[in-house]
């Protein structure tokens, strides 16, 4: 008897869950036990920024890898066995305690992320174009920030019961292995993509507007990743207490989690660059106030902000290149994986060394809302005219 595909509903949901486990836990994870890391194994800013860079290459190899046509048919296979790779890879981080091996299992588990981001997309987002249910896209992207708010969840239940920085990469295993079970269940024997052959695709036009839009994202991509990085570290450097941390990063999680909906009926209202533009400058804000406003206000407005904004603007950038270069899909998405993720490498390490040499996290920051506010002028500057 044939197998019936699951609704578009549920393939969402299983989407939700495979990214909340691999993007949400699997890559920003690091960040409410990165304090903790720093604590105990005496890591350096520089050290971290590393670490963090690495994650962030494997990501952007794993994103362009997975970008081609080698994998047509092989999506749901390849999804799970990188849904079990990133359980095991979090776990592994809580047996080691030197740099190199955490660069080295970093590296690997941004492959896998990327891995899974790129093949459970395709499957959501093949059944969804086919059942004309667009609109559960953000709920399927949504599970990054359900993932970043259940693993702030788990850090406080840690932090009160005074566990160390080890236990948060084992739990984040533990919990990434579940969501592996859930997403296999709920996936079922789901179509991979289309069966159509991979069309051949026209070369990216040569355009002002493209170019533009490109180096934006890259520049995105090193404006939100130092406090995505570093928010909790901040918290910590500035004496916030242990369950404080936690709470500024389900605030990150939960605004995440709610963003997409809100920026996609600002960009039907503004256009895809304005609104693109305008959540740069909104995230500045966030990022400019986790070093500039004191007590609990800033941390809190600045994961409010960046939860708030960092899904979104990776989405609308996306749609706004699409839209320069609807024939060349898989290629225009790896240049702009490319841009991004040259930026959010480059800036861990960068913010590392000014932490280390100035002692704090605050000209990092600064600099990080400048470059958010340029990448959103460039956006709009370079919007193509309305005919």
Request: proline residues 3%; charged residues 10%.
């Amino acid at each position: 008897m044939k197998a019936v595909p699951p609704s578009p509903l549920r393939l969402a949901i299983a989407g939700m869950i495979a990214m909340a486990v691999a993007m949400g836990i699997g890559r920003f994870v690091y960040t409410p036990i990165l304090p903790g890391m720093m604590d105990e194994l005496h890591l350096s800013p520089a050290e971290a920024g590393w670490i963090a860079s690495a994650n962030y290459l494997g990501y952007l190899v794993g994103a362009l890898v997975a970008a081609g046509g080698w994998a047509q048919g092989r999506e749901r296979k390849l999804t799970l066995t990188s849904l079990a790779a990133n359980a095991l890879l979090a776990g592994l981080m809580g047996f080691c305690a030197t740099t190199h091996a955490f660069v080295i299992i970093r590296f690997l588990a941004g492959m896998a992320s990327a891995f899974v981001m790129v093949f459970m997309s395709s499957i959501v987002f093949a059944r969804l174009a086919e059942d004309r249910r667009e609109d559960l896209q953000s709920l399927h992207f949504g599970g990054v920030g359900l993932g970043i708010a259940a693993s702030a969840a788990m850090m406080a239940v840690l932090v009160s019961g005074h566990y160390g920085w080890a236990a948060g990469w084992f739990w984040s295993g533990a919990i990434s292995l579940c969501g592996l079970g859930a997403v296999a269940l709920m996936i079922g024997g789901a179509p991979a993509t289309s069966a159509r052959a991979i069309e051949r695709e026209e070369a990216l036009p040569a355009n002002r507007s493209l170019i533009g839009i490109i180096v934006a994202y890259g520049l995105f991509g090193f404006g939100y990743v130092i406090t995505a990085t570093f928010l909790i570290a901040i918290v910590r450097q500035g004496g916030g207490a242990r369950v404080f941390e936690a709470m500024v990063w389900l605030v990150t999680g939960l605004a995440a989690f709610a963003s997409l909906g809100l920026w996609q009926k600002v960009a039907g209202r503004l256009g895809l660059n304005a609104a693109y533009a305008v959540a740069c400058l909104v995230e500045a804000v966030g990022v400019a106030a986790s070093v500039a406003v004191g007590g609990s206000a800033g941390p809190l407005l600045a994961g409010l902000l960046l939860g708030g904004t960092f899904m979104a603007l990776t989405a609308l950038g996306l749609q706004a290149a699409r839209r320069l270069a609807p024939r060349a899909s898989r290629r225009i998405f790896a240049l702009m994986t490319a841009s991004f993720g040259l930026g959010q490498i480059v800036g861990p390490i960068v913010a590392g060394m000014l932490a280390q040499a100035s002692g704090s996290f605050a000209l990092a920051s600064i600099l990080a809302a400048a470059v958010l506010v340029a990448s959103g002028a460039l956006a709009w500057a370079v919007a193509p005219k309305s005919p």
